[in-house]
Antibody, heavy 120, light 108 residues
Framework: EVQLVESGGGLVQPGGSLRLSCAASGFTFSSYAMHWVRQAPGKGLEYVSVISGNGGSTYYANSVKGRFTISRDNSKNTLYLQMGSLSAEDMAVYYC?????????????WGQGTMVTVSS | DIVLTQSPGTLSLSPGERATLSCRASQSVTSSYLAWYQQKPGQAPRLLIYGASSRATGIPDRFSGSGSGTDFTFTISRLEPEDFAVYYCQQYSSSPVTFGPGTKLEIK
């Protein structure tokens, strides 16, 4: 079964840092670009970041550029999102997602999401 | 960035009725790189349609999509009780990927 399982969310103070992880299974992880999409409470979906299959190429939304770093460990089938300088605007459920095809950006597999709460 | 506008914001219908949702883009979505997702409360979104009109694996044929350029339509031919949810369109023809604000489909 193709599956993505996020972890690492929680409560963090404004200005703090957090690292999210996403464990992938059931497919050839290294063949797929992987993405993060977030959803603030009661709001819509916002695209955050993508990393290519070999990790050599990344892209960030303007809202997180310079504060977030996406990475992957293909030997562990795991995707990461290192988040820094967090503010209330970053509070959201963060979803790890896979593209429909290796380089695609229609997202056919979603994790269950991990909640990031930014509060003092 | 391509801005997507969805209408209506809320659609109230009864089971068995036909639902028609609209997604309009601020610029042309090339190669019909438009997708539709369903999201139920407390769940992750689920891909229904990609490439404007192709159903994802396992999606019933009562769900369909059409359109090109800047105007796209999503249709549920005959509503089932489990179809009441929020629906999002997404364009992936240019970076950044963007999503519409969603249409809430509620039971009348």
């Amino acid at each position: 079964e193709v599956q993505l399982v996020e972890s690492g969310g929680g409560l963090v103070q404004p200005g703090g840092s957090l690292r999210l992880s996403c464990a992938a299974s059931g497919f050839t992880f290294s063949s797929y670009a992987m993405h993060w999409v977030r959803q603030a409470p009661g709001k819509g979906l916002e695209y955050v970041s993508v990393i290519s299959g070999n990790g050599g190429s990344t892209y960030y939304a303007n809202s997180v550029k310079g504060r977030f770093t996406i990475s992957r460990d293909n030997s562990k089938n795991t995707l990461y999102l290192q988040m820094g300088s967090l503010s209330a605007e970053d509070m959201a459920v963060y979803y790890c997602v896979r593209g429909l095809v290796p380089a695609g950006r229609a997202f056919d597999i979603w994790g269950q999401g991990t909640m990031v709460t930014v509060s003092s | 960035d391509i801005v997507l506008t969805q209408s209506p914001g809320t659609l109230s219908l009864s089971p068995g009725e036909r639902a028609t949702l609209s997604c309009r883009a601020s610029q042309s979505v090339t190669s019909s790189y438009l997708a539709w997702y369903q999201q139920k409360p407390g769940q992750a979104p689920r891909l229904l349609i990609y490439g404007a009109s192709s159903r994802a694996t396992g999606i019933p044929d009562r769900f369909s999509g059409s359109g090109s350029g800047t105007d796209f339509t999503f249709t549920i031919s005959r509503l089932e009780p489990e179809d009441f949810a929020v629906y999002y369109c997404q364009q992936y023809s240019s970076s950044p990927v963007t999503f519409g604000p969603g249409t809430k489909l509620e039971i009348k």
